[in-house]
């Protein structure tokens, strides 16, 4: 490969390094080409870009973009995923894939932002739910307080009501 191409290859893979949110390295040894593109296909539907790269223009890339902690990660044939919408989606997406098709693929290790993870945080991630049931669920804690509060105050009031209601009744009886 000539020197215009690797540099070429630098800016993309460092274009691609910033835009991402989550970055998770596997090792591909022994995937079959017909499994790399199915697996390509599946990531693909997930907003998921997954790259066969060159270590060394890696790390070029990374500290071009200030995350010199991927180089830690990639070594030997290593082929890159690249997730750009949720943080969980690559993981959860890269495990399922190895679980339904049974095949030796890997992971390395992974990248959050800053934070360097290991593979088995990487597949801790891949076992979270979903960010919508996340958010759900905190709407949920955030509004338990408060139905709270008004249940406290409506059994009051309903009291009230039924002292008052029972008065009535008393006062009826005797008038």
Do not use: C, H, W
Not at 19 to 33: C, D, F, P
Not at 83 to 110: F, N, Q, T, V
Not at 130 to 159: C, D, H, M, W
Request: aromatic residues 4%; without cysteine; charged residues 25%.
């Amino acid at each position: 490969m000539r020197l215009d191409q690797k540099k070429k290859m630098v800016d993309e893979l460092a274009d691609k390094l910033e835009r991402a949110n989550i970055v998770i390295a596997t090792s591909y040894r022994g995937l079959t080409v017909a499994q790399m593109t199915e697996l390509r296909r599946k990531l693909r539907q997930g907003n998921i870009e997954y790259r066969v790269v060159k270590n060394n223009l890696v790390r070029f890339a990374a500290e071009r973009t200030g995350k010199e902690g991927l180089t830690n990660i990639v070594e030997g044939p290593t082929a890159i995923a690249f997730g750009y919408g949720d943080i969980i989606a690559p993981a959860k997406a890269l495990l399922d894939y190895i679980r339904s098709a049974k095949i030796e693929l890997k992971i390395i290790g992974g990248m959050l932002g800053q934070q360097v993870l290991s593979s088995s945080e990487v597949s801790s991630l891949a076992s979270m739910p979903a960010k919508e049931v996340l958010i759900s669920k905190l709407i949920g804690e955030l509004q338990l307080p408060i139905y709270r509060l008004v249940t406290v105050l409506n059994a009051n009031i309903t009291g009230l009501v039924g002292i008052l209601a029972a008065r009535q009744r008393q006062l009826e009886k005797g008038g």
